[in-house]
């Protein structure tokens, strides 16, 4: 049975892709500040997929420390971690102009750093065995910044730049790296704006490309996949 590791899991996309995997019979190791969610999303995780197991942990994932603790335990409790989702991610409504005192660190830390202390954690087990799959969940804004969002976007295209460098430093060694890049996505990102779910990508639609993208034959590889609403971007 294979072990997922799953940033930023509890709500939106990170909890779409939990469920999905949990369905195809993956251990889940998921994280979050509030253990009465971890609580409850792991009995939910369980109802659905009774045959797993789920780790849960509470913990800051954009604090290091508590971070890489995640990350131990979560190998310890499940084995050896094959599937990571670099999901979690802020999102800030903001000019750089006009950042707030301490936007910027904060960003780095909680959409870029995680992804690079867990590559480089779970980055070497993955070479010895010989195999794996990195998700990198970016953004369009990483391709067409959004000046309203300057920072945002500078730390979505940092961690596109990370997840290519990964790419190639992982190819000869059989493991698989994947940047997901979706457009608007109803998540809580959106919230108290009123929007259309409809003109929208759902949370589901990112889970399902990357379990299909998971379960592709061992010589294939989605370098990319960017995810747009039909009907243009919001």
Known sequence: MKNALITGATKGMGRAIAIALAQ???NIAVNSRKAEDLAAFKTELLQINPAIKVFTAVADGSNKDELLRFAKNAEQELGTITILVNNLG????SKILDDEKNLFQ???????MPSYELYRFFGKTMVS???GHIFNICSVAALNPVVEAGIYSVTKA???????????????HGVKVTAVIPGST??????????DKDTMVMPED???AIVNIYKMSKGANVDELIIKPAGGQL
């Open 186 to 195: 109803l998540t809580d990102s959106w919230k108290g704006q009123a929007v």
């Open 206 to 208: 990112i889970a399902s």
């Open 90 to 93: 802020m999102y800030a409504y």
């Open 106 to 112: 904060k960003m780095i830390n909680t959409n870029l």
């Open 129 to 131: 065995v010989g195999e």
């Open 24 to 26: 195809e019979g993956i």
């Open 158 to 172: 940092a961690l596109y730049s990370l997840n290519n460098v990964m790419r190639l430093e992982m190819q000869q």
